[in-house]
């Protein structure tokens, strides 16, 4: 986090407003392409091979591939991770999330570079598909997980009628990657842990593990041992009596300005007691 602080410091200014609204723009341009001209969907996968011999715009291209998503829910869904994304940059701030982002976006692209060469030095064999297992697909659910981890309690109507905190429905997802994971071949497990390995980081970095240190509970019982004290000390005594505040709620408590110095007398007391004098 405090590398974070000294590049948000130098570069923030460079950081991109409002990112989510980029990223849905893109999608929409690839739903539109997708049911228009499908055929031009598979230029636009992240394929190593390909952009190796000179198809760069694969680098990009691949972000306009939408997730999977019903024709009947896209505007839900569409509004959905724009609120989402929105949130996010709010709680992080607009640098911290343009890394988080671009962070995932970029671990998906060294993962599928990463495991070509990997199969091509394993096997002697240039191998082409890959790119179908890396798309936005797995980045939208590290968007929502982290979501999820800053506004656990933050309530979804799911089919907009049960009622779903954020943090059963991250839970829900995670348990989704892990079987997806276990389900998967190389690829689709490299492309799982690719795509969320922005979240993992961003995860572990900002849990507080300081508050589970024997220091800091020694300090949190001491402070609670302090104000237990503090609670049991009285702000008023009657200097006959000795009743306080405590002995009863319609117990009324006066100086008396007759008496030398600082004596404080119940109702009862009040104008009945001896003035004391100090001569």
């Keep these: 986090m405090n590398f974070l602080n000294k590049m948000e410091r130098k570069f923030g200014r460079y950081a991109i407003p409002n990112l989510t609204f980029w990223l849905i ?36 291209s691949w972000l306009l591939i939408p997730p999977a998503v019903n024709l009947l829910f896209l505007i839900f869904f569409l509004s959905c991770y724009y609120f989402i994304g929105n949130s996010i940059e709010q709680a992080i701030g607009t640098f911290r999330y343009n890394v988080y982002l671009f962070g995932g976006l970029l671990c998906s692209m060294l993962g599928a570079f990463l495991l070509y060469i990997v199969y091509f030095i394993v096997t002697g064999i240039t191998v082409t598909g890959i790119g179908y297992y890396f798309s936005t697909e797995y980045v939208t659910m590290s968007l929502f997980m982290a979501f999820a981890a800053i506004f656990p309690n933050t309530e979804f109507r799911l089919y907009f009628i049960i009622p779903f905190k954020a943090k059963w429905l991250g839970i ?10 276990i389900a998967s071949n190389w690829a689709g497990k490299v492309a799982i842990i690719a795509s969320l390995l922005n979240f993992l980081i961003f995860f572990f970095s900002t849990r507080n593990y300081q508050r589970i240190s024997p220091k800091e509970i020694h300090r949190k019982q001491v402070y609670r041992q302090q104000m237990r004290q503090a609670q049991s000390v009285t702000k008023h005594k009657c200097a006959i009596c000795g009743r306080t505040e405590k002995d009863g709620a319609q117990l009324e408590f006066r100086f008396c300005s007759k008496c030398e110095g600082n004596y404080e007398y119940c109702q009862d007391h009040l104008f009945t007691h001896q003035h004391v004098r100090r001569s």
């Design 25 to 60: 723009g893109a999608w929409v341009l690839g739903f539109i392409i997708q049911y228009t001209m499908p055929q031009v969907q598979s230029m636009l996968t992240l394929e190593p091979y390909l952009i190796l011999r000179g198809q760069v715009w694969r680098l990009v």
């Design 172 to 181: 829900i997802d995670a348990v989704w990657m892990v079987f997806m994971f």
